[in-house]
């Protein structure tokens, strides 16, 4: 029989106790590394000196999204850039409203994939498509829905090489809403910490910048050209290999994505991080598990405390601990970031997070078995 504060506790009570100490640990630690990186980040503009850029924007059958996003690129307050809309076999309006903005805005250039119904191809040809039309080295990539934070996005987020930025949904009331604003701010804050130690395996495709040349130099999407997903994660992390990958948290540089088909963005956004997953080194992988799973180890150790120990006292002391910490980090990034309605709802958030996210990881699984 063992004694924990005076009280005997038999073996499987002391391995509750251990299992929730290191769980509590290992998900505190992971937090306290995510927000100290991200609070670097956000300080950090990287800005230089004007460059000429080509900004790449691949649309299908989205008129209506490039009709109300589109000029919101066009009116950069930039020296030097040039604007691709890469047709991907639109039968909608789309041809009218590039016309239309072409009066307006000299910079805006279109090519084409012609619609066809025996062709098959995904995004990356589109993309493949524009960045051989580019007329510069620097190349900058969002889509039809989203929209940069003000005129001078570009300005601020100019880099030579391999970037990628923040972008989450614009704001909005409504839980679900918030839920999933909440869960983009962390997935950025994420692969930014861990692209600041070397270790990418995820971009942001509505916010990414890389070099032409090293695109070909690596033989761009090759290796994963059949694959539907990665034109964002799996690129930067192949171009990460030839140099270091640059992130920025910083407000100015944020890209706003459209509320309109949110949830459907959301999954969409998840269902492409997981099905890429399978292309991550071992290492990384079990790296980017580990936080969920130490929460969710924590919660369940937490019940079996409270369920099988009379240790209240010490399992709250720890609880409040962990919140004191949480809320110290995630006050300062939502301020930072612009995104102080999160605060108070980040709580139960963070609670449902973890399960969330191993649901879609299952329904990867089920999925990938399935093709």
């Given at each position: ?69 589109l ?19 639109s ?26 119904d025996?062709?098959?191809h ?33 300005l ?58 090293d ?6 999407f090759?290796?994963?050209?059949h ?13 990460s290999?030839k ?96 995104e ?10 963070g ?19 399935h093709?």
């Open positions: 029989m063992n004694t924990f504060y005076n009280l005997s506790l038999n073996t499987n009570q002391l391995f509750v106790i251990i299992g929730f100490c290191l769980s509590f640990t290992t998900y505190i630690s992971f937090q306290i590394f995510y927000f100290r990186k991200g609070k670097s980040l956000f300080k950090e503009n990287n800005k230089i000196k004007p460059i000429p850029v080509s900004l790449i924007i691949s649309s299908k059958n989205q008129a209506n999204l490039l009709e109300k996003n000029p919101a690129f066009l009116n950069q307050n930039y020296p030097d850039f040039e604007v691709i809309i890469v047709d991907n076999g039968t909608d309006e789309t041809e009218d409203v590039i016309k239309r903005l072409q009066n307006n805005f000299p910079h805006l250039r279109k090519t084409q994939i012609p619609a066809d025996k062709f098959n995904n995004k990356k040809l589109a993309l493949t498509i524009g960045i051989k039309a580019a007329k510069h080295e620097q190349l900058f990539f969002s889509n039809p829905n989203c929209q940069p934070i003000d005129e001078n996005w570009l601020n987020s100019v880099n030579t090489g391999n970037y990628s930025a923040y972008s989450n949904f614009e704001n909005k009331k409504g839980f679900c809403f918030n839920f999933m604003k909440y869960d983009l701010l962390m997935q950025n804050i994420k692969i930014a910490a861990f692209s600041s130690l070397g270790l990418n395996y995820a971009g942001n495709g509505n916010n990414m910048s890389y070099r032409k040349s695109f070909f130099s690596v033989k761009g090759a290796g994963f050209a694959f539907e997903e990665g034109y964002d994660h799996l690129i930067l992390r192949k171009l290999k140099s270091a990958v640059k992130t920025s948290l910083h407000p100015d540089t944020k890209i706003i994505l459209d509320s309109k088909k949110s949830k459907e963005q959301w999954k969409e956004i998840n269902h492409s991080y997981f099905k890429c997953r399978k292309y991550i080194p071992v290492k990384i992988k079990l790296l980017t598990k580990l936080d969920h799973l130490s929460k969710i180890l924590f919660l369940v150790f937490l019940f079996l405390g409270f369920l099988t120990t009379k240790l209240y006292i010490f399992f709250i002391l720890i609880c409040f601990i962990g919140l004191i910490i949480y809320s110290y980090y995630f006050k300062i990034i939502t301020r930072d970031l612009k102080e309605n999160l605060f108070l709802s980040s709580y139960i958030y609670l449902l997070r973890p399960f969330l996210k191993l649901l879609f990881y299952i329904q990867n699984l089920i999925f990938s078995k093709l």
